[in-house]
């Protein structure tokens, strides 16, 4: 039988939470990304156009992208403040061929996602993120594994996915 393990928090914690959501709510959902400039857009068109007494008005609303994503950080740090201490609790992960355990050894509590429930494994710079469909399953930081692991258990991961249908693995550029 082939088993990986290694020990990480259940989620990330402060930075890399912020991180990890920011990407979860902006970047990997195409369309509310697109819908965040429609006001913009439009801002900007009747600024060019002749916008009259409030043009001020246009300006404001140029700046919607910005007003979300900072109402979402003041969320975030919010939710920070009043987390559930299971998901920051010490956390083994383990790989093995019918899915992923993860033990919160403090919690006395198990989590099993087996391979059927997830198609999707995205990885950022510092995080490996399984997803079912656009549910997030489980977040692994990478900081937290042994060096060479990472390699391991992206390709086992992979090799567990790897019969589904569409493109399994996609990779950030940027983030």
């Known amino acids: ?7 990480s928090t259940y989620k990330p914690d402060g930075k890399d939470y912020t991180k990890v959501t920011l990407w979860n709510r902006y970047i990997q959902n195409k369309t509310l990304l697109f819908t965040l400039f429609i006001p913009t857009a439009a801002a900007i068109y009747f ?11 246009f300006v ?4 919607y992208p910005l007003y979300s994503i900072i109402g979402f950080l003041f969320k975030i740090k ?15 992960f383990t790989f093995m061929n019918n899915g992923i355990l ?24 510092d995080f490996f993120l399984l997803y079912q469909k656009d549910k ?7 900081k937290d594994m042994e060096p060479g692991q990472e390699d ?3 390709e086992f991961i992979l090799k567990h996915l790897s019969n589904r249908q569409g493109k ?3 990779k950030s550029l940027f983030f």
């Open 102 to 125: 993860a033990d919160r050894m403090e919690m006395q509590k198990l989590d099993m996602i087996h391979w059927e429930d997830a198609n999707i494994l995205w990885e950022l710079k």
């Open 78 to 92: 919010k939710h920070l403040k009043f987390r559930n201490p299971a998901d920051i609790a010490k956390t083994e």
């Open 60 to 63: 404001l609303i140029m700046f």
């Open 136 to 142: 997030l399953l489980f977040v692994f930081v990478k």
């Open 168 to 170: 399994t693995y996609k």
């Open 47 to 57: 600024l060019v156009s002749d916008p009259g007494p409030f043009w001020w008005m």
């Open 1 to 7: 039988m082939n088993i990986i393990r290694f020990t």
């Open 152 to 154: 391991v258990i992206r």
